[in-house]
């Protein structure tokens, strides 16, 4: 059974940086892109960017490619997200899921508040 | 990037009724190599994204024939026939067609 296990809930000051994990079982780490996405209360989905777990290479959604960093361990066969200078407006739920979407994590709680 | 616009954003429907969705995209999803990137995902009350068709209109096993994708182009259409309680919820179209993937704003359904 294919798993995408996200770590859990965080609770952030602005101007700090979160990191959130996606660890992956039940199917071979490098076969598929991971992709984050995020959903704001009332924003509907955005695309974050993606991580080929293979060789590392990213790709940066236009909002957030200066704040993004997107990796792969594929020792740990976990993706990891880490979203810097966060603002209130960074509150959401952040998945993670393959290229296709067949397969998504459970969502991640980030709330951002002085 | 390619703009996912669905109509209705909110569907009461009665149990046992039908509910179409309908998606407009921006621009066709039709790529280079004749495949069309257009798919469906659900998402229950409290519960991640999950998906529902890809391709237009595959299910993926497991998901009930009463969930039909249709269309070409720049016009898709997801119909859920006889509907159930479970399938309250939103459901999204995105298209990873061309890079940024989108997805349209979400349309709720719920039971009358």
């Known amino acids: 059974e294919v798993q995408m296990l996200q770590s859990g809930a965080e609770v952030k000051k602005p101007g700090a940086t979160v990191r959130i994990s996606c660890k992956v079982s039940?199917?071979?780490?490098?076969?598929?892109?991971i992709h984050w996405v995020q959903q704001a209360p009332g924003r509907g989905l955005k695309w974050m960017g993606q991580v080929d777990p293979e060789d590392g290479e990213t790709v940066y959604g236009e909002v957030f490619q200066d704040r993004i960093t997107l990796s792969a361990d594929t020792f740990t066969e976990t993706a990891y997200m880490e979203l810097s200078n966060l603002k209130p407006e960074d509150t959401a739920i952040y998945y993670c899921?393959?290229?296709?979407?067949?397969?998504w994590g459970q969502g991640t709680l980030v709330s951002v508040s002085s | 990037e390619i703009v996912l616009t669905q109509t209705p954003l909110s569907s009461p429907v009665s149990l046992g009724q039908s509910a179409s969705i309908s998606c407009i995209s921006s621009?066709?999803?039709?790529?280079?190599?004749?495949?069309?990137?257009l798919n469906w995902l659900q998402q229950r009350p409290g519960q991640a994204p999950r998906l529902l068709i890809y391709?237009?209109?595959k299910r993926l096993p497991g998901v009930p024939d009463r969930f039909i994708g249709d269309g070409a182009g720049t016009v898709f259409t997801l119909t859920i026939t006889r509907v159930e309680p479970e399938d309250v919820g939103i459901y999204f179209c995105?298209?990873?067609?061309?890079?940024?993937?989108?997805f349209g704003p979400g349309t709720k359904v719920e039971i009358k």
């Open positions: 899921k393959t290229t296709t979407g067949r397969y």
């Open positions: 039940g199917y071979t780490f490098t076969d598929y892109y």
């Open positions: 995105t298209q990873d067609t061309q890079s940024p993937p989108t």
């Open positions: 391709k237009v209109s």
């Open positions: 621009e066709s999803l039709l790529d280079n190599k004749g495949i069309t990137y």
